[in-house]
């Protein structure tokens, strides 16, 4: 008896049993997004066919982390949303300085894949980094900032206009300054091609903004009903 009691008094104490559901939500949310974030990187240099024309398929998994930075923006307010931002930044680095150094590195003769098909696929995505790094910091800067703006302005109502007004605004910078960095200074694609995918890229982000609407009301009723956790409160004009 007086062992099981040691034993459930430890876990007790144990930091993790400490941690409050929120806490253990906001370590999940940090968990997609940055593997979403990082993902996005990697297979990015790769277009594919919609009926707009040719777009990366970086905008799979790119989108959630806009839905994802307005969530912990809600909950966890400007400082949990800009955690996160830094949190994905140092990751990216981290991840940029892994395949440098993996891609460096001289090929054994029983490898899978050669030294140029490594080197293109993920030599490539690590010079996409350094455009998605930059974009990715002006995108999230700008969307935390109109996000915490519309929720002050409108009192914590009408969460449709603060999450999608943010990601529309800051999906302008993020396209166009991916697009110009990695398509036309790295890929040497001609200027009209350039302007002409981020036309398509911002189209497809705009529909897809407006069609995580439901998604983010749901989410939120799920945080809210589910796990019993408030958003916190706006900031004050």
């Not at 800009?82 to 300085?97: D, H, N, P, R, Y």
Request: one cysteine or more; aromatic letters at 12%.
């Amino acid at each position: 008896m007086g062992a099981h009691s040691s034993v459930g008094s430890a876990a007790a104490l144990s930091p993790f049993a400490r941690l409050e559901p929120s806490h253990k939500l906001f370590v999940y949310l940090c968990c997609v997004f940055v593997a979403c974030l990082l993902l996005g990187d990697i297979i990015g240099g790769k277009t594919i066919t919609t009926p707009l024309g040719p777009i990366s398929v970086g905008m799979i998994p790119f989108p959630i982390t806009f839905l994802l930075t307005d969530v912990v923006n809600d909950f966890y307010g400007r400082r949990g949303a800009q955690f996160i931002t830094i949190l994905g930044f140092w990751m990216a680095v981290l991840a940029w300085v892994i395949l440098q150094i993996s891609t460096g590195l001289a090929p054994h003769e029983s490898t899978y894949f050669t030294q140029a098909e490594f080197a293109k696929v993920f030599g490539g995505s690590a010079r996409l980094f350094v455009a998605s790094i930059v974009a990715y910091l002006l995108g999230q800067i700008l969307d935390i900032r109109v996000f915490q703006y519309w929720k002050a302005l409108t009192k914590s109502r009408h969460l449709w206009v603060r999450a999608t007004g943010s990601t529309v605004l800051s999906q302008i910078i993020d396209t166009v300054t991916i697009n110009v960095i990695f398509w036309r200074t790295t890929a040497l694609q001609p200027w009209d091609w350039v302007w002409a995918k981020i036309g398509r890229e911002y189209s497809i982000k705009l529909v897809v903004a407006i069609s995580l609407t439901p998604a983010i009301y749901a989410l939120h009723g799920v945080i809210v009903r589910g796990l019993g956790i408030e958003p916190e409160a706006h900031e004050s004009r």
